[in-house]
T-cell receptor
């Protein structure tokens, strides 16, 4: 049981390049989330998927797109990377229900030059 | 709008002493509150949550948190700190819009706990 996995662990992009961050969970969770973490700002929600087949914007969606490929996988795409997107990205998942806690992946450290 | 605040950027304690990491919240309706810990270069790990019932919630690694409705606080505590407790701690509150549960969490900005030997 690997929990939540993310690839890659590290990535350096040049401004304007695109890339996709991958996330997968093996806990049969319904909901999945993408956050970014910046110093002094806590975690901010980019997009989430409450259930397979649905996606919704979070607090900071601009410059990102997501795909809920199936129940297990939720990817985050940067179409044209900008230096402001330099951050650590975390994927999380949880069971359905409002009291369930979220489980986090190990993160992807992205630098855009 | 729901919000959560962690008033201290850093808390320093000596090993063996009790520790407290503070969290206050602002919500409409009943609060569902969470604490997470993040060790260096790792993802967040769930510590404990308050949903309803007993105001003192016990969690992982000997941590507990006290829910205080009148003070709108949910402080994280441990009776005797360990050096290995040094990490970044996040308080979070469940987000709601009206009566709808979005399933989302709103996080505080985090508090760094340093436990000195």
């Amino acid at each position: 049981n690997a929990g939540v996995t993310q690839t890659p662990k590290f990535q350096v992009l040049k401004t304007g390049q695109s890339m996709t961050l991958q996330c997968a969970q093996d806990m049969n969770h319904n909901s999945m989330y993408w956050y970014r973490q910046d110093p002094g700002m806590g975690l901010r929600l980019i997009y989430y998927s409450a259930s397979e087949g649905t996606t919704d914007k979070g607090e900071v969606p601009n410059g990102y797109n997501v795909s809920r490929l199936n129940k297990r996988e939720f990817s985050l795409r940067l179409e044209s990377a900008a230096p402001s997107q330099t951050s650590v990205y975390f994927c999380a998942s949880k069971l359905a229900g409002e009291v369930a806690e979220q489980y986090f992946g190990p993160g992807t450290r992205l630098t855009v030059t | 709008a729901q919000s959560v605040a962690q008033p201290e950027d850093q808390v320093n304690v000596a090993e063996g002493n009790p520790l407290t990491v503070k969290c206050t919240y602002s919500v409409s309706g009943n609060p569902y509150l969470f604490w997470y810990v993040q060790y260096p270069n790792r993802g967040l790990q769930f510590l404990l949550k308050y949903i309803t019932g007993d105001n003192l919630v016990k969690g992982s690694y000997g941590f507990e948190a006290e829910f205080n409705k009148s003070q709108t606080s949910f402080h994280l505590k441990k009776p005797s700190a360990l050096v290995s407790d040094s990490a970044l701690y996040f308080c979070a509150v469940r987000d709601r819009i009206g009566s709808s549960n979005t399933g989302k969490l709103i996080f505080g900005q985090g508090t760094t706990l340093q436990v000195k030997p």
